[in-house]
């Protein structure tokens, strides 16, 4: 946003709490490398040049691929700087930080989709012996006590640390709920570039029959390894890892799972059946069908008869669960009524409620691809026009300035 606002000669400033790449710098695991290719890591004037666009990067890659964009962008950030509130006054906002105030006519909040960890309701009643733990927290298996592990989500997440935790040699049970199936390659090109390619990743906010649902999908059960490598739940089963039901509540300390995991996975089998179709149908009106690698389909996932309903957290069997149930924004410092019952702010494609605010990086904001770091640049593009467009209009004249 600040490279597209700068490219239209608007005045702006970046407030940042912590330092450029916060997130990847505190908030990710040691393993982690990101799940879309290095070739999708593109923001406004600006891509990944490396020699291994197909490979995938590792978090200190990306932290100094964004640093150096700071840096190349002159973005003008102020770091260390923590909004504590935002409210609107007169024809603009007011912003409380711990370095003073700012005033302005427009805010971009680009805070991130993903500032806490969202733990299920019953999390409360996980016995006191039993030690829990979210993605933002965890670092690496050795954290981990010795013993059994509950993680909780099925999606990117969950799918990921289910797999190094279990390797590490903790006996993982996973509770599997909706979740997203999808081959790491498919005819030899990875799934990313065929969503990219086939245009579904392009697909509009206003394009799309159920936003709300859109808006809610979990990740894409995919892993970036450099071996390319497939990671869905028969690779789990496959090195033990046992699978239950959706975790539906705990009572008296016993964790109680959904009876509908088969009907969960042969779901997810079914829609990953219609994907990889809608793209074998895109790839033949599109004559590729002579350079890539016929079409094969996956075996479906395999769950054993009678998953486990219940586990009694108090008996010892499990020590550490792992809440992979996703993340939600923090938008406690958020003083403007623009926010719906579930927390979320009411947007058109960015464009809050609330006259010159803006939102950026949120899950299906404007495009499929949104929530990516490849989705920005269209978006900032779209939102800062329409910026330039409300300044225009707006009377007294844009100004931008630090209380004193
Ligand atoms: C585990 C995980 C893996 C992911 N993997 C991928 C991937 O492989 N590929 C991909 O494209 N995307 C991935 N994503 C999504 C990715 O995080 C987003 O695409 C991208 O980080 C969005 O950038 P952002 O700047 O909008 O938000 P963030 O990266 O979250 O940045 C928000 C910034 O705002 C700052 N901030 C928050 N509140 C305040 C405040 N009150 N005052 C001042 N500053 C504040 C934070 O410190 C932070 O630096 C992943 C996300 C997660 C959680």
């Known amino acids: 946003m600040s490279c597209c606002l700068s490219e239209r000669s608007i005045a702006h400033v970046v407030l940042e709490r912590a330092e450029v790449a916060n997130a990847w710098k505190t908030e990710r695991w040691e393993s982690l490398r990101l799940l879309t290719p290095n070739w999708q890591s593109r923001l406004p004037n600006y891509r990944y040049e490396g020699d291994d666009p197909d490979g995938y990067q590792a978090v200190p890659e990306l932290i100094e691929f964004l640093d150096r964009y700071a840096r190349l962008i002159s973005a003008p950030v102020r ?92 006996p993982v049970t996973l509770c599997v709920g909706d979740h997203i199936r999808a081959p790491r390659l498919y005819r030899g090109k990875d799934i990313q570039w065929w969503m990219d390619a086939s245009g579904l990743f ?144 009411r947007h058109d494609g960015g464009v809050a409620e609330s006259p010159g605010m803006y939102v950026l990086g949120l899950q299906f904001l404007r495009r499929r691809k949104s929530a990516f770091i490849d989705g920005a640049a269209d978006d900032a593009n779209d939102l800062s026009d329409h910026l330039v467009h409300y300044l225009k209009r707006a009377d007294p004249p844009h100004r931008l300035a630090p209380v004193c």
């Not at 806490?116 to 298996?141: D, E, F, H, K, N």
């Open 79 to 170: 770091t260390q700087t923590n909004v504590i509130a935002l409210s609107r006054v007169d024809d603009g906002y007011l912003l409380n930080t711990d370095q003073g105030e700012w005033r302005c006519r427009t805010v971009v909040i680009a805070t991130g989709a993903c500032n806490i960890a969202a733990v299920p309701s019953c999390g409360s009643a996980v016995p006191s012996t039993v030690r829990t733990l979210t993605p933002m927290r965890y670092r690496s298996p050795r954290q981990i006590e010795p013993g059994g592990v509950l993680v909780v989500g099925a999606s990117a997440t969950g799918i990921q640390l289910a797999d190094e935790i279990h390797r590490s040699g903790h």
């Open 202 to 345: 392009d697909q509009r906010y206003d394009q799309v029959e159920d936003l709300t649902r859109a808006r809610r999908l979990p990740s894409m059960q995919l892993v970036g390894t450099p071996e390319r490598l497939t990671l869905d739940l028969n690779a789990l089963s496959s090195i033990g890892v046992k699978l239950v039901g959706r975790l539906a509540g705990i009572r008296d300390g016993t964790a109680q799972f959904s009876g509908a995991l088969r009907n969960q996975c042969a779901l997810a089998d079914l829609k990953m059946g219609r994907l990889l179709d809608s793209f074998d149908s895109w790839a033949r009106d599109h004559g590729l069908e002579d350079q890539i690698e016929p079409p094969i389909r996956l075996p479906p996932t395999d769950v054993e008869e009678s998953p486990r309903l219940e586990l009694n957290l108090a008996s010892g069997e499990i020590k550490t669960i792992v809440w992979a149930s996703g993340y939600r924004p923090d938008y406690s410092w958020l003083h403007v009524p623009v926010l719906d019952r579930k927390g979320q702010i």
